[in-house]
């Protein structure tokens, strides 16, 4: 493929098809001339020879074309922050290579809801792109039919209004930004590429009022030019083939439930810990994959599983940690539910957290439905746990396809010969005491990133305070009472008459104020304030007297702020993800932290600084946050 430096080039779905399968063109030549050759007469043999020499040359042009092309895999991800929803629709992905030539990425828009990647990243297109250097990035969100759900401090939920920084209504908005010159896209014929857009929603957010439920948006999307290992990836598609010999599926990546459009295809690897379940049946991996291997393109598929980045092409990048597939898919028909068990009543279960109809598809908070079992209702988990209804009890997190009705009278989900997922649930609080069998008594601040207050006890069904967590299976762990912690698990069946932990962790976190990272945030408004970079800048000291400081853990609200006069931004290491930001300006993104404070410090004689969102390590002794992310946004 052949252009001017100047020209610019839009690559829509079809192409986009022909890029990703460019050899197709030439094998429909080459079988067409064999088929002609087979009934026609010695003269029209030199035209099948003539027509089988343009096949070859076609073929040629395509190999020639390959050459210039290389494999970009495509993330969706998210930096935490307290939304219960975030979906908005994503329009147009479009990068830009260093000679001008632009390419459109996504093959078609597509909703997302990025508080779904706060803990995983979505596989979201793999496609073939010329090979080159690619510097900058645009991409299109549409707010016009966004559901921002947004909650405050006692859990109380609001569906927010998105606007803009002038005050008006949000309907699009066109995010432009530049790759660093030392981490630059490189898309090469020798490796697979990757990118990961994140749309930092606690920069690109201020939640302005409840009543009325306001956010002032001001998107701010970062880029990296990898993907994250220690993050779980998730993959959605159909089934496109099967290598029996190699255990692979190949799947047509169909993300966000999306039924069409031309995203690429992606090769799935599986290995001895992977789960497949299909049509609600577990399987082995051989029989699940000769089963998939019959199916046609139209069935859906979701993996969960971990990426290694590979040096070559040829190497294994995704590796299934679990396969659903067929009905254990949500997909055309049926309505999703996502959120927890909230109360038991005579028997009835009823549930609160979000339905999706994946006909429309459209979002909908509800608050403690009436979840329909019958005998025909199976369950199952993540692990190979024994599960049952037993199982649903106040504080569960589940997940579950079916079918869900709303009236005056009363609203339902009904999950008749459904699966009912059990999943992990996560409390973070503090250890307010713990005995010698490993049973811990938990402070819940935070539950399933919700505030604690809002589960209820099993039995009395009161708002709690605390919980007592089994940790006894954890062997190296090693807590005291004042401790923060987050423990993943399941809640345990209620057993009358019997005294037992209300959860068994499965794992634990120990944080640790000068050693766990945290999130630190400033805000000045607009007034605004000057912090003093050093001399060498290397460093910058906030000053504490003046504007709102925050610092927490992740995902945990609780402000652990020390009592300081004020606080030293270092660097933690040599690279990290640095931003600029200044109203009506493309961000400036640095990789080191003097890079940054370099081109901040001149701007600082003519202005103030907004607001600050860190992350980093704090230590105590000398009050400095040693930082890896760093956003600095300039009145």
């Known amino acids: 493929m052949t252009s001017s430096n100047n020209a610019k080039k839009i690559f829509d779905s079809s192409m986009l098809s022909r890029l990703i399968k460019p050899s197709l063109l030439g094998t429909a030549l080459v079988t067409s001339g064999l088929l002609t050759a087979c009934s026609s007469s010695e003269t029209d043999n030199t035209e099948n020879v003539q027509a089988e020499a343009s096949a070859e040359q076609s073929q040629a042009q395509d190999d020639a074309s390959a050459e210039d092309e290389g494999t970009l895999v495509l993330a969706i991800t998210d930096a935490e922050e307290d939304f ?202 051989e029989a699940a994959l000769a089963f998939l291997a019959e199916q046609g393109e139209d069935f859906p598929v979701v993996v969960f599983g971990t990426v290694v980045t590979a040096e070559e092409a040829e190497q294994n990048t995704f590796t299934a940690t679990q396969l659903l597939a067929g009905t254990s898919v949500p997909w055309s028909g049926k309505d999703v539910f996502k959120g927890l068990v909230t109360k038991l009543e005579s028997g009835v279960t009823y549930v609160s957290g979000l339905t999706i109809d994946t006909d429309i598809p459209q979002r909908a908070h509800v608050k403690d439905v009436t979840l329909m079992l019958d005998d025909s209702t199976t369950y199952a988990n993540r692990g190979d746990n024994f599960t049952d209804a037993s199982f649903l009890v106040p504080g569960q997190r589940v997940e579950a396809l079916g079918q869900f009705s709303q009236s005056e009278a009363l609203s339902s989900f009904n999950v008749s010969g459904e699966t009912v997922r059990i999943l992990m649930s996560t409390i973070l609080g503090q250890v307010a005491e713990i005995d010698e069998a490993g049973l811990l008594t938990l402070d819940v601040e935070r539950f399933n990133q919700r505030p604690g207050k809002m589960i209820k006890r099993h039995s009395t069904m009161m708002e709690f305070d605390s919980l007592m967590i089994d940790t006894s299976g954890l062997t190296q762990v090693d807590v005291d009472t004042g401790d923060w912690v987050k423990v993943v698990g399941y809640f345990n069946p209620i057993v009358d008459g019997e005294e037992q932990a209300d959860l068994n962790a499965s794992g634990l976190v120990k944080y640790e104020v000068s050693e766990s990272e945290l999130k630190y945030s400033g805000h000045w408004g607009a007034e605004g304030d000057a912090p003093q970079i050093s001399e060498d800048n290397a460093s910058m000291v906030i000053d504490m007297e003046q504007g709102r400081h925050k610092m927490n853990f992740r995902f945990n609200p609780v402000n652990v702020m020390p009592d300081i006069a004020s606080l030293t931004l270092v660097t933690a290491e040599d690279e990290g993800k640095f931003a600029l930001r200044e109203k009506g300006e493309q961000p400036l993104f640095f990789t080191s932290l003097t890079e940054l404070l370099s081109s901040l410090k001149p701007k600082l004689e003519q202005g103030t600084v907004s607001s600050i969102q860190a992350k980093g390590s704090l230590s105590e002794d000398n009050l400095e946050l040693a930082v890896t992310h760093l956003v600095v946004k300039l009145n």
Do not use: C
């Open 84 to 285: 219960v929803s975030y979906t908005i629709g994503v329009k147009s992905i479009l990068l830009t290579r260093e000679n001008g030539d632009q390419v459109e990425v996504l093959s078609d828009a597509t909703e997302v809801d990025f508080v779904e990647y706060q803990e995983l990243s979505e596989l979201f297109s793999v496609g073939r792109l010329p090979v080159g250097r690619y510097q900058s990035i645009s991409m299109e969100l549409d707010y016009s039919e966004a559901y921002i759900l947004i909650q405050d401090e006692n859990g109380q939920t609001y569906e927010a209004q998105a606007m803009d920084e002038s005050g008006e209504i949000l309907t699009t908005h066109l995010v432009q930004f530049n790759l660093t010159d030392d981490q630059p896209l490189i898309i090469s014929n020798k490796k697979i590429s990757h990118l990961t857009l994140d749309l930092d929603l606690s920069s690109s957010n201020t939640i302005e009022s409840y009543e009325p439920a306001i956010v002032k948006v001001e998107p701010f999307v970062v880029a990296t030019v990898d993907l994250d290992e220690e993050r779980e990836h998730r993959l959605r598609g159909t089934v496109a083939g099967a290598d029996l010999d190699a255990q692979t599926l190949t799947l047509n990546v169909k993300p966000m439930r999306k039924r069409g459009g031309d995203f690429g295809e992606l090769v799935v690897h599986f290995d001895q810990d992977s789960k497949l379940e299909v049509d609600g049946e577990a399987m082995a991996t």
